[in-house]
């Protein structure tokens, strides 16, 4: 199984584009710690980096045995139609994506119709796959209605276990709900902190904090034994750019032995 990460688990790498690193420097980090799938999501800002920066990353990938795949995050087809023709000198044949914009519009159910409307059929006629990745603007049964109008093997989901925490989904609930659409897993571990009137949810390295990590593995293996999942990690920021950075590796480092040794713990039970 090929495990893999997000571009978020490098997020204050990425923060300030001015300082922001390219992706050069990022993969040899993140292949170190057993990563061999790589998303390269909006946080990496991709629609602005040049055809060189893009072949010296493709490169590199190559080099060092990474699949790299591709995820935005927007509500307008005009944007799915650059990453389209991203994705073809990538190349990757899906495309996830977050139903929100930067200026803050959110995801309504008439909104999410329209962008599938729009969208679905210019992934179709690429021959991609839309990755949808439910989120807390939007219910997870509303998502698998919208996303049963279209073809499975068009339109499926990229499943995070912390998405819909907001709207009070458990991760087992979410992952029943839109599983036999999956087309990938960002596996997000977290803690709910607080007291007994206010709470509030932060990140943990994934299999350290109140996540089912074998009982998701265990759903997830059972549906697809050679599941693509990615571990996602988000720290706090202490405010300082290199204690976040490297906060951020260690949780990477952590998160990536957890997953390994779980998914050998539940796959070695009979």
Same mark, same amino acid.
């Given at each position: 199984?090929r495990?893999?990460?997000?571009?978020?688990?490098?997020?204050?790498?990425?923060? *300030?584009?001015?300082?922001?690193?390219? $992706?050069?420097?990022i993969?040899?980090?993140?292949?170190?710690?057993?990563?061999?799938? +790589?998303?390269?999501?909006?946080?990496?800002r991709?629609? %602005?980096?040049?055809?060189?920066?893009?072949?010296?990353?493709?490169?590199?990938?190559? &080099?060092? @045995?990474?699949?790299?795949?591709?995820?935005?995050?927007?509500?307008?087809?005009?944007? !799915?139609?650059?990453?389209? #023709?991203?994705?073809?000198?990538?190349p990757? /044949?899906?495309?996830?994506?977050?139903?929100?914009?930067?200026? @803050?519009?959110?995801?309504?159910?008439?909104?999410?119709? #329209?962008?599938?409307? %729009?969208?679905?059929? $210019?992934?179709?006629?690429?021959?991609?796959?839309?990755?949808?990745?439910?989120?807390?603007?939007?219910?997870?049964?509303?998502?698998?209605?919208?996303?049963?109008?279209?073809?499975?093997?068009?339109?499926?989901?990229?499943? &995070?276990?912390?998405?819909?925490?907001?709207?009070?989904? #458990?991760?087992?609930? !979410? $992952?029943?709900?839109?599983?036999?659409?999956?087309?990938?897993?960002?596996? #997000?571990?977290?803690?709910? !902190?607080?007291?007994?009137?206010? +709470?509030?949810?932060?990140?943990?390295?994934? @299999?350290?904090?109140?996540? *089912?990590? *074998?009982?998701?593995?265990?759903?997830?293996?059972?549906?697809d034994?050679?599941?693509?999942?990615?571990?996602?990690?988000?720290?706090?920021?202490?405010?300082?750019?290199? /204690? *976040?950075?490297?906060?951020?590796?260690?949780?990477?480092? /952590?998160?990536?032995?957890?997953?390994?040794?779980?998914?050998?713990?539940?796959?070695?039970?009979?």
């Open positions: 199984m495990l893999g990460t997000t571009s978020f688990g490098f997020r204050y790498s990425f923060l *300030d584009p001015k300082l922001a690193p390219p $992706l050069t420097a993969l040899p980090a993140a292949r170190k710690e057993g990563v061999e799938r +790589f998303q390269v999501c909006e946080n990496t991709p629609l %602005e980096m040049g055809p060189r920066a893009w072949q010296d990353a493709i490169r590199c990938a190559a &080099d060092l @045995g990474i699949e790299l795949g591709l995820g935005c995050k927007t509500l307008r087809a005009s944007v !799915v139609q650059q990453y389209i #023709k991203l994705a073809e000198i990538i990757t /044949r899906r495309l996830r994506i977050v139903m929100e914009e930067d200026d @803050g519009t959110h995801a309504t159910p008439e909104l999410a119709r #329209k962008l599938f409307a %729009e969208a679905v059929p $210019l992934l179709a006629r690429a021959g991609m796959q839309l990755a949808v990745e439910n989120h807390f603007d939007i219910a997870s049964s509303t998502l698998l209605d919208l996303a049963g109008q279209y073809p499975a093997d068009v339109v499926g989901f990229c499943v &995070d276990t912390a998405n819909s925490l907001r709207s009070f989904e #458990k991760p087992s609930e !979410v $992952l029943d709900l839109l599983m036999k659409r999956a087309y990938c897993y960002h596996l #997000k571990d977290f803690q709910v !902190v607080g007291t007994k009137i206010a +709470f509030g949810v932060v990140g943990a390295p994934l @299999g350290e904090g109140h996540l *089912d990590l *074998d009982g998701c593995l265990r759903r997830i293996l059972a549906h034994g050679d599941a693509e999942i990615y571990a996602e990690t988000w720290t706090t920021s202490v405010d300082d750019r290199d /204690r *976040d950075i490297a906060a951020e590796a260690d949780w990477l480092r /952590r998160s990536m032995k957890n997953l390994r040794d779980r998914i050998a713990a539940v796959t070695a039970r009979p």
